[in-house]
């Protein structure tokens, strides 16, 4: 399989086979990729971002760390990091209610919708929504524990390479979060345009 574009605002699957490596790059930087990996014979089993980093030790993934699924089962490694550790494992998918509750009026995409969508083509259900990797964004906790998502620091062409430990199906989304929250830009929010994230298989 070629490249995958994920267009702005949107989501995409694609099948990743044991010992694969996929890249994800966000070609004009700063754009956030909302990351998601099942088992692709049992879908019931998704990445899990809380027992990751109770396992790694660390809120922020790094290379040579391996994500888990909520059996503590070992789905990836962080093969290569080529944006700097500019990654989240604490701020939860985001939905239609997150952007109500910031005071949006109507329906606005979103990575929750995209997620469910992308499995869709795929023929899958997703009854739970898991916390994606955040790939390409930035939070932080203040000794208060205040939790923020400045506008990330990634430039164009940053990626991240991540090896499949077993069979997977992998969604990202181009994350839509545009609103305008100071503290919470994530992608840069309303100071930066929202821009398409790249999938490939590189190796495998």
Aim: charged share 20%; hydrophobic share 40%.
């Amino acid at each position: 399989m070629g490249k995958v574009v994920v267009p702005a605002r949107e989501g995409r699957g694609i099948r990743v086979g044991k010992g694969e490596v996929l890249r994800i790059t966000t070609p004009r930087g700063s754009q956030c990729a909302d990351f998601f990996a099942f088992n692709a014979q049992n879908t019931q089993e998704f990445l899990s971002c809380p027992h990751t980093w109770v396992t790694n030790f660390s809120m922020v993934p790094r290379e040579g760390d391996v994500f888990l699924s909520q059996y503590r089962r070992p789905m990836l490694k962080m093969a290569k990091d080529g944006a700097a550790g500019a990654h989240d494992m604490l701020i939860t998918t985001c939905d239609q209610f997150r952007y109500e509750f910031f005071g949006f009026v109507g329906p606005h995409a979103n990575c929750s919708d995209n997620l469910v969508t992308a499995m869709k083509r795929f023929g899958h259900a997703v009854p739970h929504v898991p916390q994606a990797v955040n790939f390409f964004a930035k939070s932080h906790v203040a000794e208060d524990g205040k939790l923020t998502s400045p506008p990330n620091p990634v430039a164009p062409g940053a990626y991240v390479e991540v090896e499949a430990l077993i069979d997977l199906i992998c969604v990202v989304s181009a994350c839509p979060f545009d609103l305008e929250v100071d503290g919470w830009e994530v992608s840069g929010g309303h100071r930066h345009e929202l821009s398409e994230i790249e999938m490939e298989i590189v190796r495998g």
